[in-house]
Structure formats: structure tokens, C-alpha cells
């Protein structure tokens, strides 16, 4: 019996690196009332409820990567990009790997005319999804939109 496929697969774990943040997550663990306000709030549509939920969970817990993300993303939906450049950033600092996250941080960084750092994300996404992915499709139709209107 060959070796060579069992040693390939120990090898491409070894460089995959360490697990997200999320990946150690107790998901049975209940989810805090603020962030299923906001939630509810944001699938409404009312990003400034969701904001006032946000907010204060977020002063009370600076290194929830989804609700940071979260926050984030309801600035970017009120068009205060850069209150949502700021949070979207620190959700990726914690957790880099998140697609949507990284993808509505491009798009804060299309809103600012910020092309070059919209595009960085999309090499970030693109790196991040092998064989393709809808946050990537979508970013690169942002980015193409974008630069065909200016």
C-alpha cells in the first residue's frame, strides 16, 4: 500500500493552519437576546433597530465576530460606510476566513471609492473559494458595475 495519498492529506492539513475562531463555537449554546433582536431587526430591514441592539452588545463584547459583522453590515445598509469599513474590519481582524464579511467590507470599500482595497477583498474571497462562490460572483459584478460608472 502507497503512502503518498495519506502523507499529501497530513501535508495540505498542516498548511491549512489553525481552525477559525468559529470553528470552536458551542453552537448549542443560545444565541443572547440582543443578537436575535438584531437579527429580526436586519431580516426587516430595520438596520437602525438592529444598530441600537448592536451597539451595546458590542461595547459589552468587542470580540463577537458576528456581531461585529452584524454592525457592520447595518452601517453599510444605512450608508454610513465608514462606520461599517471600522466594524467589518475588526470582525475580520478576529476572523478572517468569514466570505460575507469580507464581501460587505468590499462594498464598504466600493460605497468610499476605495477601488483598490474593494479589489483586495475580492482576491481575499477568491483565494478563499476553490472553485468559485456566489460572495465572489457577486463582489466582482460590484466591482465591474463600479469602475464601468467612473
Known amino acids: 500500500m502507497t503512502r503518498t495519498p495519506l502523507v499529501a492529506l497530513a501535508l495540505a492539513i498542516a498548511l491549512a493552519g489553525p481552525l477559525p475562531a468559529s470553528a470552536y463555537k458551542d453552537d448549542d449554546a443560545p444565541k443572547p437576546q440582543a443578537l436575535l433582536d438584531a437579527e429580526k431587526a436586519m431580516k426587516g430591514h ?14 459589552a463584547n468587542p470580540k463577537n465576530v458576528d456581531a461585529l459583522a452584524d454592525l457592520g453590515k447595518s452601517y453599510l445598509e444605512t450608508k454610513d460606510a ?4 471600522r466594524y467589518l474590519a475588526q470582525a475580520l481582524e478576529l476572523e478572517s476566513s468569514k466570505l460575507d464579511t469580507n464581501l460587505w467590507l468590499g462594498e464598504a470599500y466600493l460605497a468610499k471609492g476605495m477601488l483598490p482595497q474593494a479589489e483586495e477583498r475580492l482576491k481575499r474571497i477568491s483565494r478563499l473559494c476553490f472553485f468559485g462562490c456566489s460572495e465572489e460572483h ?3 459584478a460590484e466591482i465591474a458595475t463600479y469602475k464601468a460608472a467612473h
Open 138 to 140: 457577486q463582489l466582482k
Open 46 to 59: 430595520d438596520y437602525g433597530l438592529a444598530i441600537a441592539k448592536l451597539q451595546p452588545f458590542v461595547a
Open 82 to 85: 465608514d462606520a461599517a469599513i
